[in-house]
């Protein structure tokens, strides 16, 4: 079924096509909160609330960006939120315009390399971590996260910036190249 079919079964109340969208896109979604939420428990909490966020707003959807998107995005504030919630104090985290290219090897190597490095971005500090899956992974730009985290755009900078470094050096101990 076609994203916009889809979405026009959830909106009349249609439970077979909920549990579609729900088991097509919470996959990759709980990897979106696993990002922002260390325990996995807690991620999970963070998919069913944001899920729950989803089928409420549906009808709001107007199919001008991708589905998938539209999803993210909520899941990526539902995750904020709990993150307010538990933690009202962030520490300041910046990570500038750095990417991390793994290099191309076999495709085992390269999702070791990529688990590796997930693991390594989920033991960043809070705010270094927030800062750096909303800049360089999901694309929100400095103002958008200190609008987002209430904080100044040279803060998210700084902490961006900061994560960087941080993770530079804990490449370098794994010996992956960027």
Known sequence: MDDETLVQKCISGNADAQRELFD??????????????????????????????????????????????????????????????YKKEQTNIELDDVSFELVQKSDAEERLQAEVLMEIIQQLPDGYRIVFNMFAIEGYSHKEIADELNITESTSKSQYSRAKSVLRKTLKKYNIER
């Open 24 to 85: 097509r896109f919470s996959p990759l979604m709980l990897g979106v909160a696993m990002r922002y939420i260390k325990d996995k428990e807690r991620a999970e909490d963070v998919l069913q609330d944001g899920f729950i966020k989803v089928f409420k707003n549906i009808y709001r959807f107007e199919h001008k960006g991708s589905l998938e998107g539209w999803i993210r995005r909520i899941i990526v504030n539902t995750a904020l939120d709990q993150l307010r919630k």
